[in-house]
């Protein structure tokens, strides 16, 4: 019975299956260093990757003077508010007015820090700090009080540029026709009112004077149910502007694209909030005789919208920051296991959340982008992408993210995605590179060892055709000169002794041809070989010769010489009484053998080993196969080998 | 001393065709030849295919080829040895080959031993040598060179638990000259026995190795010849174990 040996576990040396590499390089995705082909991205956009300004940095000089302003305004209008006393909750419009000029500031640093190119940035300090001048309107001064509350005016219509601009700062079409409805009905509403009532008073429920308001200094004519309706056309007006910027945001919203809305989301959100609460209330006050009180629920929730509004844009700067992290934790996950330009490209996708980003390599030679194809990479028509480039640090463009223009007002995510995808490709890079050094060093390894034995197997023919031939007929011609000789002769006596040497150099040259390449190899193969190999040695060999067939040249010869140099060490080293067995079998794909002895053994990696161990590792390491040799005093060796056999 | 010398038979003049490929070689067998006036040599071949158009001009009696020739360097011989046990098997073929290894050997008796003779090269330029395989194949006998026999029996006699190690030292050579095809009277002669003494160590060999003995002295030898081949146990597959 055979005792089954396992394949290699764990070997002295154990040269990994090359299927299993080829497995890893052969994927059905286009390798990403494709990209020799001549083709030319049609435009260069785009922006260089910045370095990520995640949160911590020391203020500018600049940020400072805007804190420091914006805290003296926050507190002047405060001051103002409290002194004023008209309003209907002083301290309570102080503290909001202080907290909205604060918020709005905030929010317009933050927005700076993060997008410096974005004039939303300053639009919002400027906002900000000019709002605390809503505190005239709390004043008894009655032209300051009028100029507070008329204010509100360019400060509503600021409000809606800052909502209706968002994110790109230029009006469209539809909210320049809601910006100029919104004129109108300044004009036929809210401007003949201001001239026609007694007194003028702030919108926010906190700041009504009520009657303590100071006499309208712009009145012109006193009428009152005039005022009154003038003030309704105006209040209707107004609803009907809110009614259409909540509708302009919703379709809006509805057709943005997923990373937009990401960005939308919040700004959007919180302006809906502000204009509903704002439509609400008024046209209850104006139109229904709704209380006006600050403790009203329409007043109350226009309180609380308006002081959230600027939370908005701060909002959208801290989402961005959060979907970062989360966007680069799962980054990193996915493009851990994805093996593929492929899956590095869906994972890109599935981070920015745009379904159609794409990744663009640069080819240094041709001085453009392509594709994962090798297609040159063209944007669509519409310009609602953009390409983003990732640079190396000496400037040299690796790769571009086509991805949705949305996401230009996302740039910690564009750079850090574009960082960690180059990242991901370099590595990839680099083992491709490995791989393909190492595919290369077994080709030119298989290759030396297919030359030495096609060498060797010349070297036999010549051997055997040539100087055995010729050896062997003047052995024929020296049977035939004895013939001729007498016997007991000094003369025969001569030739006797050359003969006898001439058939010592004969199984001399034999031996060596046999030893150099076995003819039976080439004609019977492994089995036969092994045979003829057992009966040469000068030790017992036991042969369990499995019927492996015919096998690749290559593989026969190295596992031929594998088997026979493990034969000579075992005969060499083994000791005086060393027995050895040789085995060859089949398994699934899998040529095994096995060449065990019950010598001496030796202490692997102590004895100085063999050069025979080296020469296996070799023969077998060129054909991608395993062996392990596994020793110890006393124990006798085991030399084990497995070589992959595609069927 | 040859038989016919002897006189047991007329001489016979064997009608010979020889292929061997090494003109050197090719030229000492001529030489050889031309001193037997027992055979006469129809044609001279140097490849496989004009060796078996040879033979179907002239139908000698006894073909001596080379094992290895053109065209594809390998086994030409031991293949023509196969074509014609099938087209002519009353024709004696004498194989002559530079290889020592038993594989060819027994290659060539593996469809029958009778009229078949293995010889080293170098070996033919003895005269008793060829002209002893010539004339056994011709007569229906069998002959291997004992330098192969040589090397099995040193092969088998140094494997473990070896069965060779029961016999003697001179069973052991009556074994091999069993495996060389000689007759009883050929061992007894060359190990100067008595016939007698020849048959009752092959009995006792044959009865040590658990072989049937066989009077008929080819099918003798490929049952010894074989028994000395074996190496090691069968080899039980992976799906039996």
């Known amino acids: ?647 | 001393m040859s038989k016919a010398e002897a006189g047991e038979a007329q001489p016979t003049r064997y009608r010979i065709v020889v292929a061997e490929d090494a003109y050197l070689v090719r030229e000492g067998i001529r030489q050889v030849l031309a001193q037997e006036d027992e055979v006469e040599v129809a044609e001279f071949c140097s490849d496989l295919s004009s060796l078996l158009q040879a033979v179907d001009r002239h139908e000698p009696d006894v073909v001596v080829t080379d094992i290895r020739m053109p065209p594809s360097n390998t086994d030409e011989g031991i293949r023509a040895a196969a074509t014609l046990r099938e087209s002519r098997p009353e024709m004696g073929v004498v194989v002559i080959s530079q290889y020592v290894s038993p594989h060819y050997a027994i290659k060539l008796f593996e469809d029958g031993s009778a009229r078949r003779a293995y010889l080293l090269k170098e070996h033919v330029g003895h005269r008793n040598h060829l002209m002893g395989a010539i004339r056994e194949v011709a007569s229906g006998g069998s002959v291997v060179d004992p330098a192969v026999v040589e090397v099995l029996v040193e092969s088998r006699t140094r494997a473990k638990n070896s069965p060779l190690a029961h016999l003697t030292p001179r069973e052991r050579e009556v074994l091999a000259g069993v495996a060389e095809g000689k007759s009883n009277a050929a061992i007894a002669k060359s190990l100067f026995l008595t016939k007698r003494a020849v048959e009752k160590n092959i009995n006792s060999i044959f009865a040590k190795l658990d072989l049937a003995d066989d009077t008929d002295v080819s099918r003798r030898v490929v049952a010894s010849l074989l028994f000395l081949a074996e190496t090691g146990t069968p080899f039980q597959g992976a799906t039996s174990s």
């Not at chain 1, 001051?79 to 007015?97: H, R």
């Not at chain 1, 140099?565 to 089949?586: C, I």
């Not at chain 1, 095994?592 to 161990?613: A, C, H, I, K, Y």
Request: aromatic share 6%; with cysteine; charged share 20%.
């Open chain 1, 1 to 647: 019975m055979t005792s089954r040996t396992p394949v290699p576990e764990d070997p002295v040396t154990v040269l990994d299956d090359p299927t299993a590499l080829d497995d890893h390089v052969a994927s059905d995705d286009v390798p990403w260093t494709m990209s020799a082909r001549e083709l030319r991205a049609d435009r260069e956009v785009g922006s260089q990757l910045r370095p990520l300004r995640l949160a911590a940095r020391r203020p500018t000089r600049s940020e400072s003077a805007v804190a420091v302003a914006a805290v003296a305004a926050a507190a002047g209008a405060a001051a103002l508010a409290l002194a004023g006393g008209i309003a209907a909750s002083p301290d309570g419009f102080a503290f909001m007015l202080a907290l909205y000029v604060l918020v709005c500031v905030v929010a317009g640093l933050a927005w700076r820090r993060a997008r410096p190119w974005s004039p939303y940035g300053l639009a919002l300090v400027a906002y900000g700090l000019a709002a605390s001048l809503y505190a005239l309107g709390t004043t008894t001064q009655p032209l300051l009080h009028s100029l507070g509350v008329l204010l509100e005016i360019p400060g509503a219509f600021f409000v809606f540029w800052l909502v209706l601009s968002f994110p790109s700062a230029r009006l469209d079409s539809a909210g320049r026709a809601v910006i100029a409805l919104a004129g109108a009905v300044l004009l036929v509403g809210c401007v003949p009112a201001i001239f026609l009532l007694d007194t003028l008073s702030p919108t926010q429920p906190l700041a009504r004077c009520g009657a303590r308001c100071p006499a309208n200094p712009l009145q012109l004519v006193d009428n009152e149910s005039l005022a009154r309706t003038f003030g309704h056309v105006d209040a209707v007006g107004h609803v009907i502007v809110y009614g259409l910027i909540l509708t302009l945001l919703a379709v809006r919203f509805a057709r943005a694209s997923r990373p937009r809305r990401r960005l939308l989301g919040p700004v959007y959100l919180f302006a809906a909030l502000l204009f509903v609460a704002m439509g609400v209330y008024q046209a209850g006050v104006n139109l229904f005789g709704a209380s006006a009180g600050a403790d009203s629920p329409g007043g109350f929730a226009l309180t609380a919208a308006t002081i959230l509004f600027p939370f908005g844009f701060i909002a959208a700067i801290v989402f961005a920051y959060a979907y970062v992290g989360a966007a680069l934790a799962s980054m990193v996950r996915e493009i851990g296991v994805s093996s593929s330009v492929t899956g590095v490209e869906r994972v890109v996708r599935q981070v920015l959340d745009d379904p159609k980003a794409q990744l663009a390599f640069w080819v240094p030679r041709s001085r453009r982008y392509v594709d994962r194809h090798g297609r040159g990479v063209v944007l669509d028509e519409e310009e609602t992408s953009t390409w983003r480039s990732v640079a190396r640090d000496d400037g040299e463009p690796t790769l571009a993210i086509v991805h949705d223009a949305a996401l230009d007002e996302d740039p910690e995510l564009m750079d850090a995605v574009g960082a960690e995808t180059m990242l991901a490709l370099e590595n990839r890079r680099l083992q491709q590179d490995l791989l393909d050094s190492i595919g290369a060093l077994r080709a030119s390894r298989k290759r030396l060892v297919a030359v030495a034995a096609a060498e060797r197997r010349k070297i036999e023919r010549d051997l055997h055709d040539s100087a055995q031939q010729m050896l062997i007929a003047i052995r024929i011609q020296l049977e035939l000169a004895r013939g001729e000789v007498g016997p007991s002769s000094k003369l025969e006596r001569q030739l006797n002794r050359i003969a006898a040497d001439l058939d010592r150099a004969l199984d001399e040259l034999r031996s060596v041809a046999h030893g150099i390449y076995p003819p039976l190899l080439a004609e019977e193969g492994l089995a036969a070989a092994l045979t003829e190999a057992a009966r040469r040695a000068s030790v017992p060999v036991e042969l369990e010769l499995e019927d492996v067939g015919r096998l690749p040249e290559e593989i026969e010869t190295a596992v031929y010489f594998c088997c026979l140099e493990a034969l000579q060490n075992a005969a060499k080293h083994g000791g005086p009484d060393v027995a050895v067995t040789m085995r060859l079998w089949w398994e699934p794909h899998l040529l095994r053998f096995s060449v065990s002895d019950d010598g001496v053994g030796f202490v692997p990696g102590q004895t100085q080993e063999p050069t025979g161990l080296t020469n296996m590792l070799d023969r077998l390491g060129a054909i991608g196969g395993r062996i392990s040799i596994r020793s110890a005093p006393g124990r006798g060796t085991d030399v084990d080998g497995a070589v992959t056999v595609s069927p």
